[in-house]
């Protein structure tokens, strides 16, 4: 990978700042938007503060609830109801208080396999678009929040698995996962992911130095593969810093 395509992170002092910082972002995409406006979440741990300050009074009185639609940009294949759905816990954190039900699109884990859910939310993507190709020019998403796991996947794209390889299909059933919890995934793939008007990742803790250090060295891993057509934004926090990587703005 060309240096100049390296991510160049933000670096904020700590989880805490991580989460304001993210907000403000998200707000700042909401409120550039006078229209409908479509957010892609992420599971795992990294966004739980920034969703816990979404939902707190210093920002949900500015949400304009009746024009965001939230999607989620993969989904482990478990009932809803399982402590282990990313979209239960954005749901319960902040999403159910204050969203319309017909707002919040989670990905069905109800069907027979990955891949039917995979095709059951692909159809509902295409429906909220209005078409089953994607314009460069016209973004799925006003805003696509992602993570980097410690092999260096990002949704549920995982080094080596053919779903990072996908360029047709939105969203595709992940049958094994490459970390914990090892339960089949389904995940949107590079192409869908990529067209949004910005893709913010939020990085923080010590323990997700090695795997920064290896993206920000030039590893042609999931998590930098994924870019977004308009703008991608690193956030890390100091601790997780790899020695020698300088940050951006």
């Known amino acids: ?4 395509d390296q991510p160049r992170p933000i670096v904020v002092a700590d989880a805490e700042a991580l989460a304001h910082a993210a907000a403000e972002r998200v707000m700042a995409r909401i409120t550039a938007n006078p229209g409908r406006i479509a957010i892609c979440l992420t599971g795992g741990s990294s ?5 816990e300050l979404l939902g707190s009074d210093a920002y949900c009185a500015k949400i304009p609830w009746d024009r965001v639609h939230w999607f989620i940009g993969d989904e482990r294949f478990v009932p809803s109801t399982d402590p282990l759905n990313n979209m239960a816990i954005a749901r319960a954190t902040f999403l159910d208080r204050s969203a319309p039900s017909g707002h919040i ?5 109800t069907a027979e396999s990955p891949d039917r859910s995979a095709e059951a939310y692909a159809r509902e993507l295409h429906v909220f678009y ?19 796991g410690p092999d260096g996947h990002t949704a549920s794209l995982f080094p080596g698995y053919p779903a990072i390889e996908e360029t047709q299909r939105w969203v595709v059933g992940v049958p094994k996962a490459n970390v914990a919890p090892f339960v089949p995934r389904v995940s949107l793939t590079l192409p869908a992911l990529a067209s949004c008007r910005e893709m913010l990742f939020e990085i923080a803790g010590h323990d997700k130095q090695p795997i920064l250090t290896r993206l920000f060295n030039g590893e042609t891993l999931p998590a930098v593969r994924a870019r977004s057509n308009g703008e991608t934004v690193w956030l890390v926090d100091q601790a997780a810093l790899p020695e020698g990587i300088r940050g951006g703005r």
């Open 105 to 109: 699109h989670p990905i069905p884990t």
């Open 47 to 51: 966004p739980k503060k920034l969703y």
């Open 1 to 4: 990978m060309a240096a100049a």
């Open 130 to 148: 209005g078409a089953e190709l994607l314009d460069p020019e016209r973004p799925l998403f006003d805003m696509v929040l992602m993570g980097a």
